[in-house]
């Protein structure tokens, strides 16, 4: 079992919907969870992070966490074209010293 | 915008060759990260370290070293480059919060 895992997609929604993003993880100790969006040749760049303790809202983005169900998601509102991108779910793991990276889910927002 | 710098950006080189790709952080983070990606493909963790003196293999082997001699860099050395090396390299750094990611070095091995 990966201890990221994500669905690859292509996540295709209109423009203006919700995208809604998810990502499992297998070590239930993790204590961190990080979203990445990475543009085509590009590096990964940060939109939210969350600690075990809750869930965040940050514009139109909000990254929820389920640890019972081991679970991460992100929800984009109010989708725009240049939303499409691959989006990467990150957990910090072994002690917290990793940060150990699904496969990332590309998305694509239809004009 | 992150403190965070990769040399160089892009590298062409024949087999057999040793090289190094440096990475260098101001932000005075312990901890830094070599990934290797694929165009398209996930991130691979090479490499890590949670401060000077201390590395760790990651999750692919690369065939290759790192050291953390100094808090702020991070060099990745491949002893001899083989045409599989060919990909893109990302350095990455953290203290407790998130990682913040270099530009990349993209290594071509021919």
């Known amino acids: 079992q990966k201890e990221v895992e994500q669905n690859s997609g292509p996540l295709s929604v209109p423009e203006g919907a919700i995208a809604s993003l998810n990502c499992t993880y297998s070590?239930?100790?993790?204590?961190?969870f990080f979203w990445y969006r990475q543009y085509s040749g590009k590096s990964p760049e940060l939109i939210m992070f969350?600690?075990?303790?809750g869930d965040k809202e940050d514009g139109r983005f909000t990254a929820q966490l389920n640890k019972a169900s081991q679970y991460v998601s992100l929800l984009i509102r109010d989708s725009q074209p240049s939303d499409s991108a691959t989006y990467l779910c990150?957990?910090?793991?072994?002690?917290?010293?990793?940060?150990?990276f699904g496969i990332g889910t590309k998305l694509q927002v239809i004009p | 915008e992150a403190d965070i710098y990769q040399t160089p950006r892009y590298l062409v080189i024949g087999t057999g060759k040793k090289i190094t790709l440096e990475c260098s952080q101001t932000?005075?983070?312990?901890?830094m990260y070599w990934y290797q990606q694929d165009p398209g493909m996930e991130l691979h963790l090479i490499h890590y370290?949670?401060?000077?003196?201390?590395?760790e293999k990651g999750d692919l082997s690369s065939e290759s070293t790192v050291s953390r001699i100094r808090t702020e860099h991070f060099p990745l050395t491949l002893e001899s480059a083989r045409p599989s090396h060919t990909s893109q390299y990302l350095c990455?750094?953290?203290?407790?919060?998130?990682?913040?990611f270099g530009q990349g070095t993209r290594l071509t091995v021919v």
């Open positions: 990455a750094s953290r203290n407790q919060g998130t990682a913040f």
């Open positions: 070590d239930r100790g993790s204590q961190s």
């Open positions: 969350i600690y075990s303790n």
């Open positions: 990150a957990v910090s793991t072994g002690g917290y010293q990793k940060v150990t």
């Open positions: 932000m005075g983070h312990d901890k």
């Open positions: 370290s949670y401060g000077v003196n201390s590395t």
